[in-house]
C-alpha cells in the first residue's frame, strides 16, 4: 500500500534524528558557504525507504529547524501537509530520484558565479583539483526546449523530468538564466559538489579575466582524483558544520 485512505503517500518510516539534523545542517552550511541565499533547497532519500525523500517546508535554508522537515513521495506529494507552505520546485528532487538510483541528496541552489556559464558560450570546466568532480562536460538545462517562454521554475513533474534527463548520470547540471543542480551519492558529498562548483565558478571567472590560455585539469587528472580511495569530504563537512550548528 502507497498511499493511505486520505489519498496521501504512507510514510517510509521510521528516520534516525541524526540523518534530519543533517539535512538541517546542509541547509545551514550551504547558506554561510553563500551557494544558498534566500531561495534554493536541499533534500535527502528516505535511507530505508528509496520511494520517499525529505525536503523542508518553503523557508529560507539558514533558519531551518529539523521540525520544517517534511516527507513526500517522487511524484513530490507529501505525506502530511500539516497546512505548510511547500517549495514550488520539488518537482527538482522527485524527478531526479526516479531517474537516479544512485543519487541519496540533492542540492538545488541559485548560486551567483555559476549563472553566466549557463547563458555563455563560455563551458563552465574543472579548474583546480576540488572541483575536479565537474568532468569535462557540465550539461546545461534549457527549459525553452522542454516549455518554451516560462517563468523558468520547475514548477511541474514534467519539467523535473526534462531537468533529470539533462542530468543524466552527471554529478552536476546548470540550468539556463536560473541556477544548478549537484547531486552526491550522500548528504556530505552533494554539499561538497555544491559548495566547490561555486568556487570553481568564480575561480575560472578569475583566471578569464588575467588573460590567456586557462589550463584545465586534464580528463585523466579528473579521473585520477576521482577515482581516489582516501577522498576525506567528513574534513571539510565536520568545519562546515561546527560554523552552524
Ligand atoms: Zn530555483
Same mark, same amino acid.
Not at 164 to 190: E, F, K, Q, S, Y
Given at each position: 500500500?502507497?498511499?493511505?485512505?486520505?489519498?496521501?503517500?504512507?510514510?517510509?518510516?521510521?528516520?534516525?534524528?541524526?540523518?534530519?539534523?543533517?539535512?538541517?545542517?546542509?541547509?545551514?552550511?550551504?547558506?554561510?558557504?553563500?551557494?544558498?541565499? /534566500?531561495?534554493?533547497?536541499?533534500?535527502?532519500?528516505?535511507?530505508?525507504?528509496?520511494?520517499?525523500?525529505?525536503?523542508?517546508? $518553503?523557508?529560507?535554508?539558514?533558519?531551518?529547524?529539523?521540525?520544517?522537515?517534511?516527507?513526500?513521495? *517522487?511524484?513530490?506529494?507529501?505525506?502530511?501537509?500539516?497546512?505548510?507552505?511547500?517549495?514550488?520546485?520539488?518537482?527538482?528532487?522527485?524527478?531526479?530520484?526516479?531517474?537516479?538510483?544512485?543519487?541519496?541528496?540533492?542540492?538545488?541552489?541559485?548560486?551567483?558565479?555559476?549563472?553566466?556559464?549557463?547563458?555563455?558560450?563560455?563551458?563552465?570546466?574543472?579548474?583546480?583539483? &576540488?572541483?575536479?568532480?565537474? /568532468?569535462?562536460?557540465?550539461?546545461?538545462?534549457?527549459?525553452?526546449?522542454?516549455?518554451? &517562454?516560462?517563468?523558468?521554475?520547475?514548477?511541474?513533474?514534467?519539467?523535473?523530468?526534462?531537468?533529470?534527463?539533462? *542530468?543524466?548520470?552527471?554529478?552536476?547540471?546548470?540550468?539556463?538564466?536560473?541556477?544548478?543542480?549537484?547531486?552526491?551519492?550522500?548528504? &556530505?558529498?552533494?554539499?561538497?559538489?555544491?559548495?566547490?562548483?561555486?568556487?570553481?565558478?568564480? *575561480?575560472?571567472?578569475?583566471?578569464?579575466?588575467?588573460?590567456?590560455?586557462?589550463?584545465? *585539469?586534464?580528463?585523466?587528472?579528473?579521473?585520477?582524483?576521482?577515482?581516489?580511495?582516501?577522498?576525506?569530504?567528513?574534513?571539510?563537512?565536520? &568545519?562546515?558544520? $561546527?560554523?552552524?550548528?
Amino acid at each position: 500500500m502507497n498511499t493511505s485512505s486520505s489519498g496521501a503517500p504512507r510514510s517510509g518510516g521510521h528516520v534516525e534524528p541524526a540523518a534530519i539534523q543533517d539535512l538541517v545542517a546542509a541547509n545551514r552550511i550551504l547558506a554561510d558557504q553563500g551557494v544558498l541565499d /534566500g531561495y534554493g533547497h536541499v533534500s535527502i532519500r528516505h535511507p530505508s525507504a528509496p520511494n520517499r525523500y525529505f525536503l523542508s517546508r $518553503s523557508l529560507a535554508p539558514a533558519i531551518i529547524t529539523a521540525d520544517d522537515i517534511m516527507e513526500y513521495d *517522487l511524484d513530490s506529494n507529501p505525506v502530511d501537509q500539516a497546512g505548510r507552505l511547500m517549495y514550488l520546485e520539488r518537482f527538482i528532487h522527485g524527478e531526479i530520484y526516479k531517474a537516479r538510483p544512485d543519487v541519496q541528496a540533492v542540492v538545488h541552489s541559485h548560486s551567483p558565479t555559476v549563472i553566466p556559464f549557463g547563458v555563455t558560450t563560455v563551458k563552465l570546466r574543472p579548474i583546480f583539483h &576540488m572541483s575536479a568532480f565537474l /568532468g569535462h562536460n557540465v550539461p546545461n538545462f534549457e527549459i525553452r526546449d522542454t516549455a518554451g &517562454m516560462t517563468d523558468l521554475l520547475i514548477r511541474e513533474p514534467k519539467l523535473g523530468h526534462a531537468l533529470a534527463h539533462t *542530468l543524466g548520470d552527471h554529478p552536476v547540471a546548470l540550468m539556463r538564466g536560473h541556477g544548478n543542480v549537484c547531486v552526491g551519492p550522500n548528504i &556530505m558529498v552533494a554539499v561538497y559538489r555544491a559548495v566547490y562548483t561555486e568556487v570553481n565558478a568564480r *575561480l575560472q571567472a578569475q583566471a578569464i579575466a588575467l588573460g590567456g590560455p586557462i589550463t584545465f *585539469l586534464d580528463p585523466r587528472e579528473c579521473d585520477a582524483i576521482t577515482n581516489r580511495k582516501e577522498t576525506n569530504v567528513q574534513r571539510p563537512w565536520q &568545519m562546515w558544520k $561546527s560554523r552552524v550548528l
